[in-house]
Each structure stands twice: as C-alpha cells, then as structure tokens.
C-alpha cells in the first residue's frame, strides 16, 4: 500500500475510535459526525482487509490487527501535531482563547486570583471558563477539547493524558480556636472518632479517603455534615464544635486550629492534566506555566 494513495485523516479516526472505544464519541473528538466515522472506518476495512475494530457490549474492541499498528499510527500523529504546533506563534498580549478548566471550589479560591492578575496585564483578551467534571469523563473532555486542563488528585488511566504534580501537602484535623482540644498536646484516635466532623465531598455517598484507611482497622468517624464545597466549612467550623480533615495550608489560610491527625494518610496532591496532541502547542504551555507557579505561590 502506497501511502500517496491514502488519506491521512484517517488514522486520525483510527486513533480516535481506539482511544474512545465508540463511533460517536470518536466523532465528537475527529469533530465530525458519526455517519461519517462510520464511513472513514469502512475504508479503513478495506484498505487494511480487516475488521479492525468489533462491535461489542462493552464498546468498539481492537482487533490483533489494530493493536499491531496503533502504537505507530500514535506516534506518527504526535510527530505531526508537533509539527504544526508552533510554541513562538502565541502572543498572549493579542491573543483571543479562551482556556476550559475543571476543578474543584478550593482550587479556584487558591489561584484564579492569582492568575486573573496575571490575565489582565500580559494577556487581557484571553478568558476562562471553569466547571468540575465527573472523572469519568475526563478523558473524553480533553480529547475532544471540551476541556482544556483538568486539576484534581487522580489521574486518569491514558496514554494520552500528560500531567504534572503541581501541589502537595498534608492532612490535619481543623477546628476553631476556642474548640476545647485546643488545649490538648495531641489528639488521639478515641477523642477524634468521638468529635463531630464535617466530610467534603462532591459525590452523593462513598467514603472518603480517610474513611477508606478507618475501615481497614474497622473504625468510624461520626459525620454530622456531608457537603460538596470546602469553602462553605471555615464559618461551619469557626461559629460550632464542628471538626474538619482538611489540609494544613487550608486550615491556616482560613484562620483555623489545626492538629496533626491520629492516622497516617497519604498526601494531599493536586495534578494539572492536559491531553498529549497539546503537549507542544505555545498557548498550553504558556497556561501550563501559569497554573503551575499560580500554585507555587501558595506555598
């Protein structure tokens, strides 16, 4: 097979119906309809003279065939894209993008000041946009660029998916200042079970990680107040007895009591996630330099 006889574009569908295991989410990232997916994977049938892909309930399954060539179809888009992407083309003193981002309430408080500040005097045309996804769907959002960064502590299972570690820190038990154990040298694990707490999360139920860890040495933390935003809980805590796990640089930037917990968590970790095609393109980098020391600054 000659490649001047092929067209190129196709391998884009490849890649995307590989990558999205569906016609038509394939067709959201190609941005183009599904019919014609379906059209562009018929002649890849047949110039190929093999399923490719299959039909089944779990999606679009690879055939031997596809796996056998993928790896290279990937690489050789990437070496494209980075052909076309040319970092010295973006001027952020006239540039007109605008940059989607999904994170979370507290992640906004801690840098869209900082990089607003930023925005208006270097590049003050440029906007952003910014909405918590469902983790499911961070693959796709990227991909189909519905989503330009995603921040978030984990990371999704993707070769395609770049990121960075941008922000860590460690868990604490926050409480007000006049809260009676304040008084006390350390918190042990009776008190703090015994304490009413305050749990953060944007799901409807499951537990968090520091439930996860309790229930591996069968204990119970007693919950009086599940809620999806950490920046409602500083005047939750500061007016009640309330208690709150949260990290120490959040408990001290909200004038809040901390002690270190009477369990062992990993670390608070927040990753800045783009998709590989816009690994080399100038205006992520340039955004991917200005989260990163928007959190830096927080340190």
Known sequence: MKISTFDLNLFVVLNAIYTEGSLTKAA??????????????SRLREKFDDE???????????????????LDVQKALA??????????????????????????????????????????SEAPHIT?????????????ALASNALNFVIDPIIPKSKNIKHDLIFQDEFVCAFKKSHPIAKQ?????????????????????????????????????????RAQHFMVTPEIIKSSD??????????????????????????????????ASDDNDGSHIWMRELIRKAFLDLV
């Not at 120490?248 to 800045?272: C, R, T, Y």
Request: glycine content about 4%; charged content about 25%; overall charge positive.
């Open 28 to 41: 959201e990232v190609v941005g183009t309809t599904q019919p014609a997916v379906s059209n562009a994977l």
């Open 185 to 225: 040298r350390n918190l042990s694990m009776e008190t703090f079970l015994d304490l009413k707490q305050v749990n953060i999360s944007n799901r409807r139920k499951g537990p968090s990680l520091i439930d996860v860890e309790l229930e591996k040495v069968q204990l119970k933390r007693n919950i009086v107040l």
């Open 79 to 120: 070496l494209i894209q980075k052909s076309v992407n040319e970092p010295n083309e973006f001027d952020p003193l006239t540039s007109e993008l605008t940059f989607r981002i999904s994170m979370n309430d507290l992640s906004e408080v801690r840098i869209l000041p900082n990089i607003l500040k930023k925005l208006n």
């Open 128 to 140: 952003i946009e910014s909405y918590q996804y469902n983790r499911r769907d961070f693959i796709h």
């Open 242 to 275: 309330y208690v709150l796990v949260c990290s120490k640089s959040f408990a001290v930037n909200n004038g809040l009591s901390w002690k270190k917990l009477p369990i062992s968590l990993p670390k608070v970790e927040q990753h800045l996630m783009w998709h």
């Open 52 to 70: 490719l892909f299959i039909r089944t309930g779990s999606g679009m399954t690879p055939t031997q065939k596809t796996e056998n060539i993928i």
